[in-house]
């Protein structure tokens, strides 16, 4: 297979997911139980006349089939709907809610694929040493803690506690220059913490197993039988080749950027894509649940398309198959 | 002769002895893992509890109208593990949560086990043919998809009861089962007893629940303990963000009113921290004991 037909395979596949997507989504809402207009006379005392009237604003009473042209019409102009509660488009909060969580999981993402790797460079090369054990209990309790629950944890130690830091929320807008930057780190220090610490184990199991799968191919043993220093062999010979899979997981998180943090910014009220999420759950505002959705999922679906790509061109073989 | 009959018996052994042999063998491997066996240690301690805690704690425990103890109580001889807002003994709470929180995390497992296992056999046995295409661009797309935000959407429709969220977390983690299943249905059909049995007159059905599905067995129950260990946190994680049940009490929904209750800044300690201390041993236990289990049955580990 030539790279220009892998190229547009894998483009036309993330094509069709995303098709895939916004037909689930167009059904999930539409089939299920109920509408959301249906979903919220439920609970709420509406007149029928009220349901009726909501029912035709979000043209829900046209037939399934032109309901799913407008749909996919609005989707491809940018039209998400609008937030049944206030009345905003849903595109408009999504974008303004957009860079916190792009700081806040970005941040969060780099810094623990980047310890990850280290710890797990490190574990598979000495696989059984002190280091290599400590770090896989580590990882396993790690992996073992609820998210949300560490971060109130950690919320507890160092600021019911300690009052160390703010109980959450986002930098004061009042502020400006250096005095903006540092509220911001004090609100970020927390949940940036808590997202480290819960992905840092991921990280770290993929990069020691592909190093300790590594380090018994026969290039690695040609290296040292040249006598190549144990510290480069790591370096120039192992590392590079280990360092693919892990590669792949790390484009592959930044999808999770946009649908990443929603416990962690709920928890600590950060105010972004997550909180969204958490209050639109919280008074059942189903057009921007259904926004997120799509964002979050198209997120994904692009960043498999960017790791697929590359990683076709940092191995090869891969193409070939 | 004595010898002549014994191994005319042993040719006839029934399957079921056989796996019996292998069951006790499997066994025996296991007992001599540490990892397996403190989890499983701590597991029998949290599944007779959850077993027993309608004996130990009453629905009038529970019941925050009955409520006797001052709220946010310290803990005390009255209350060993203190009070919730409602006055109710947290260890009361945490008792009643391991029987929720256990039996939503092994149900969902199982559910997704079901269906993994269905959708990966189909695709592996029947490997290579559309209906092979098809379930696999099926898996692949639940996969890629975001769990949390499908989990979202699909709770926020369904409505949060238990029931859902049993629903929820079944339907957003079979993927990976079914994709681990079809690698395996794929080997095994390459393997001359399944051409035998095609060969010999034996129908699909006969073939895939004779031959497949205990060879494919192993590697699926392993990843099932492995998947309950996922449940008990995704239950927690939906709890937290109010799409688990509003009615019976978890230790994901002690912590979510722990959180509501504003838990964190008033320092009150002994009804945040257990629940989530209870969870991490659980989903460790079943996390050591799907490992050493996926060190016995799957041979590519066992090598290492």
Redesign the interface.
């Known amino acids: 297979m030539g790279s220009r037909r892998y190229l547009l395979s894998k483009c036309l596949q993330a094509v069709v997911t995303l098709w895939f997507v916004l037909t689930f989504n167009f059904f999930l809402f539409r089939v299920l139980p109920g509408d959301p207009i249906g979903l919220l006379a439920r609970s709420e005392h509406f007149t029928p006349e009220d349901v009726a009237r909501l029912r035709h604003d979000q043209g829900l009473d046209l037939p399934m089939a032109e309901q799913y042209v407008v749909y996919l019409k609005d989707i491809a102009t940018g039209n998400l709907g609008e937030s049944l509660r206030t009345g905003i488009p849903v595109n408009e909060l999504i974008g303004s809610r957009m860079r916190p969580t792009v700081l806040l999981v970005g941040l969060g993402t780099i810094l623990a694929s980047w310890l990850g790797v280290l710890i797990g460079i490190r574990g598979g090369w000495r696989r059984g040493s002190r280091f290599d054990t400590t770090s896989q209990y580590s990882s396993l309790v790690l992996y073992a803690m609820p998210e949300g629950w560490l971060g109130m944890l950690l919320l507890l130690f160092f600021s019911g506690w300690l009052h160390w830091f703010p109980a959450g929320g986002y930098a004061s807008a009042d502020e400006t220059g250096v005095a903006y930057l540092v509220d911001l780190l004090d609100h970020l220090f927390l949940p940036l913490l808590t997202l480290t610490l819960g992905y840092i184990g991921g990280y770290a199991i993929v990069m020691r197993s592909s190093m300790i799968d590594t380090i018994n191919e026969d290039f690695v043993h040609t290296a040292r039988a040249k006598g190549v220093p144990d510290r480069l062999v790591r370096r120039k010979h192992v590392v590079p080749n280990a360092f693919l899979p892990s590669f792949t997981l790390i484009i592959l998180s930044f999808g999770f950027v946009l649908g990443g943090a929603i416990v962690i910014e709920t928890v600590y009220s950060w105010p972004g894509l997550g909180l969204l999420t958490y209050n639109a759950i919280n008074t059942k505002d189903y057009p921007v649940i259904q926004g997120v959705f799509l964002i979050a999922s198209a997120a994904v679906i692009l960043a498999n398309l960017v790791a697929d790509i590359t990683y076709g061109y940092l191995d090869p073989r891969i193409k070939q198959a | 002769m004595e010898q002549h009959v014994e191994i005319a018996r042993s040719r006839r052994v029934s399957p079921w002895s056989r796996r019996w042999t292998t069951l006790t063998g499997h066994w025996a491997t296991f007992r001599t893992t540490r990892r397996g066996m403190v989890g499983l240690a701590i597991l029998t301690f949290f599944v007779a509890l959850a077993i027993a805690s309608p004996l130990l704690v009453s629905p009038d425990d529970l019941d925050p109208a009955l409520a006797s103890l001052p709220p946010h109580m310290p803990p005390s001889t009255q209350a060993w593990l203190g009070t919730d807002n409602f006055g109710r003994s947290v260890l009361d709470l945490l008792i009643a949560g391991a029987r929720v929180s256990l039996l939503v995390g092994i149900t969902a497992a199982l559910g997704a086990m079901l269906i993994g296992a269905f959708v990966g056999i189909s695709a592996g046995y029947f490997g290579g043919t559309k209906l092979d295409t098809f379930l696999n661009?099926f898996t692949?797309?639940f996969l890629?998809?975001?769990w949390?935000?499908?989990a979202?959407?699909?709770a926020?429709?369904?409505?949060a009861s238990l029931v859902n969220v049993i629903i929820v977390i079944a339907i957003t983690s079979w993927a990976s089962t079914a994709r681990l299943v079809r690698a395996q249905a794929l080997s095994v059909r390459e393997r001359p007893y399944i051409e035998r049995s095609r060969a010999l007159g034996g129908s699909h059905w006969h073939t895939v629940t004779r031959h497949v599905l205990p060879n494919v067995f192993p590697v699926l129950f392993a990843n099932t303990i492995l998947m309950v260990?996922l449940a008990i946190?995704s239950e927690?994680?939906l709890a937290?963000?109010?799409?688990s049940s509003r009615t019976s009490t978890s230790w994901?929904t002690i912590?979510e009113d722990?959180?509501t209750g504003g838990?964190?800044?008033?320092?009150w300690?002994w009804w945040?921290?257990p629940?989530?201390v209870c969870?991490?041993f659980v989903?460790?236990a079943f996390?050591?004991v799907g490992f050493a289990f996926d060190e016995i049955l799957s041979p590519r580990l066992r090598e290492?």
């Open positions: 661009a692949n797309w890629v998809i975001p949390l935000a499908l979202i959407a699909l926020a429709i369904l409505g260990a946190l927690t994680t937290i963000l109010g799409l994901g912590i722990a959180f838990a964190m800044t008033a320092g300690w945040l921290i629940p989530g969870i991490v989903t460790l996390t050591m290492r």
